[in-house]
């Protein structure tokens, strides 16, 4: 199993991340299970407390590669 990470403070940005590896990357894959998380801007690395009115929306994809990927 595999994980991919995908981390912006616009949510329509994450979006294209995943998007853009669904259709460039990924190729076949099965996905096990998503998590989608919303992250104080201060408690990610390079955040200021003054960022906290911006949170991180911070996407996890565990996958398996399809078989001789």
């Known amino acids: 199993m595999r994980v991919k ?3 912006d403070a616009r949510p329509g940005r994450v979006e294209e991340q995943i998007n853009h590896w669904f259709t460039h990357e990924a190729g076949p894959i ?3 299970k998503t998590e989608t998380t919303a ?3 201060s408690a990610t690395a ?4 003054h960022d906290s009115a ?3 929306i911070v ?7 399809e078989a001789g990927s």
């Open 39 to 41: 992250v104080p801007a």
């Open 46 to 49: 390079g955040g200021t407390p």
């Open 59 to 65: 996407v996890t994809i565990w996958y398996e590669p």
């Open 5 to 7: 990470i995908f981390t």
């Open 30 to 32: 099965y996905i096990v």
């Open 54 to 56: 911006s949170p991180y």
